[in-house]
């Protein structure tokens, strides 16, 4: 029985050796998915994209009529014609009359307009990028929401065979009759394994979740008023890959986080200045202070010319008589301006006044948030170093300890399914460690962009298949791709 319970141990360590280090084969006929083509195709796949650029385009026509004079009427009519019989030769005063007339606006009216109109059409690029690098941000964490998911699926399947391995073990040992091990043992065993599964449900419901997120931005279900007929576009959670290794963001500006003392006000805000939705915040206040130029031409009259041709018919006795020609100037006198002219400019001084406001609220926005995730990010920086350096080698040599022991009979069983917890929950907080660490990343580059492409830069030179070698990823264990959903 002695030699019975020490083959079954040697068998375990055998399988946690094989269980621990060794991985399948890597598919090569799927198609990945990086976290750069992701955001590209997020992108690409936005409405509120082209519903942002028909809105330019229709200020932008907007500011060319704005900026044309009025059309001119004309008027066709018989004056003074006999009321007694309406015959259009008795009386001297009866005449055909063709009238032209034209009005002019008051002052600059149609220069400001269309000034004002293009700087409003100005703000929509900057608009666009501001919603490219938004879509950037999101679709990233979506993406790093989904492998971090996957990943703690993979770690605890991984382990929960070691646990089958482990109460195999157990109960081996039990039958035998010899040994320390228990009937509670095969129960903590089990229990373990309970917990484990219960966990991995757990995981797959948010994996689930994630993914279905994902696809909303990867998926161009409607085209105009019809469903796309493109297959591409219907995107399922079995059709898509990720890349097996976590990515590492690139970051702007990566020396204002080497040292965590604050960052000066002024240097942040010269850096926070160049973002998109401040530019576009700009282009608004430039409109709005033409605004108050616009105001101003209140206070000069507008013009008016009009012109008539007055064709009379030959006197009764048959002498001729001369055709009336007539012309005009009219204008209106702003004399009472206190209620109205006054007001409309005070009205745009303090709509403009009000868009400032609005920038400088954003800005104090920014750079309170900007902190925070540089705060959390020097944090996560700590915390991966101590996980890294010190955390993992001990759990991970605890749990070798602890084994070693219980094969030689020197240790409890207790011990062993702790120890082997406590690895495992270890790992996944690492993992956790580094996917919050590169979340903090593409979050700090978007308060740093002036372009949507600066957050993740898309390489072009990347493949779109499972590639045949294996490479390690950064502070991670080398397993295989992660799948959207089961096979």
Not at 7 to 34: E, M
Not at 197 to 225: A, C, F, H, P
Not at 250 to 268: A, G, R, V
Request: proline share 3%; net charge positive.
């Amino acid at each position: 029985m002695f030699i019975y319970q020490k083959i079954t141990k040697l068998l375990f360590i055998v399988s946690l050796f094989i269980v621990s280090f060794g991985t399948n084969a890597a598919q090569n006929n799927r198609t990945i998915w990086s976290i750069e083509k992701v955001v590209k195709t997020a992108q690409s796949n936005d409405p509120w994209l082209l519903g942002n650029q028909h809105l330019q385009d229709s200020i932008e026509s907007m500011s060319i009529a704005a900026g044309t004079l009025p059309d001119p009427k004309m008027s066709l009519g018989i004056a003074n014609i006999a009321a007694d019989n309406f015959d259009f030769s008795q009386e001297g005063m009866t005449q055909f009359k063709v009238a032209v007339s034209q009005i002019f606006s008051r002052g600059d009216t149609l220069k400001l307009k269309q000034k004002q109109l293009t700087l409003m059409s100005n703000q929509f690029p900057f608009q666009r990028e501001n919603r490219k690098a938004k879509i950037a941000v999101i679709a990233a964490k979506l993406w790093l929401d989904v492998y971090k998911a996957q990943r703690s699926i993979a770690l605890i399947e991984k382990d929960r065979s070691l646990f089958e391995q482990l109460t195999d073990v157990a109960q081996a040992s039990y039958a035998s009759a010899v040994g320390k091990t228990r009937q509670q043992d095969i129960v903590r065993a089990q229990l373990e394994l309970t917990r484990l599964d219960d966990r991995l449900t757990l995981l797959k419901q948010k994996n689930e979740m994630s993914q279905q997120q994902l696809l909303q931005w990867l998926s161009n279900y409607i085209v105009g008023d019809h469903f796309n007929k493109n297959a591409n576009s219907f995107l399922s959670a079995s059709a898509i890959t990720l890349t097996k290794n976590l990515p590492n963001v690139p970051m702007l500006n990566q020396e204002l986080f080497t040292s965590n003392k604050n960052i000066p006000p002024q240097k942040l805000y010269q850096l926070l200045i160049k973002h998109p939705a401040i530019n576009a915040l700009d282009q608004k206040i430039k409109a709005s202070q033409s605004g108050i130029d616009l105001a101003k031409q209140k206070y000069k009259p507008a013009w008016g010319v009009s012109a008539g041709y007055g064709v009379r018919d030959d006197a009764p006795n048959g002498m001729a008589r001369s055709d009336l020609f007539s012309i005009g100037v009219s204008f209106d006198i702003p004399i009472f301006t206190s209620n109205r002219q006054d007001k409309q400019v005070q009205s745009a001084i303090s709509k403009a006044s009000a868009v400032k406001t609005e920038k400088w609220l954003f800005v104090r926005k920014l750079m309170a948030q900007f902190e925070t995730n540089r705060s959390q990010f020097v944090r996560l920086n700590q915390r991966q170093k101590l996980y890294q350096q010190r955390l993992l080698p001990q759990m991970h040599d605890q749990a070798e300890a602890s084994l070693t022991a219980y094969t030689n009979d020197d240790g409890d069983f207790a011990e062993v399914v702790r120890s082997r917890i406590a690895e495992l929950n270890a790992s996944i907080d690492a993992l956790n460690i580094n996917v919050e660490r590169q979340k903090s990343i593409v979050q700090l580059n978007y308060f740093l962009i002036s372009k949507a492409e600066q957050i993740i830069p898309y390489r072009n030179n990347s493949s779109n298949k499972i590639p045949n070698e294996n490479i390690p990823s950064e502070n991670m264990p080398n397993e295989n791709n992660i799948y959207f959903g089961e096979e």
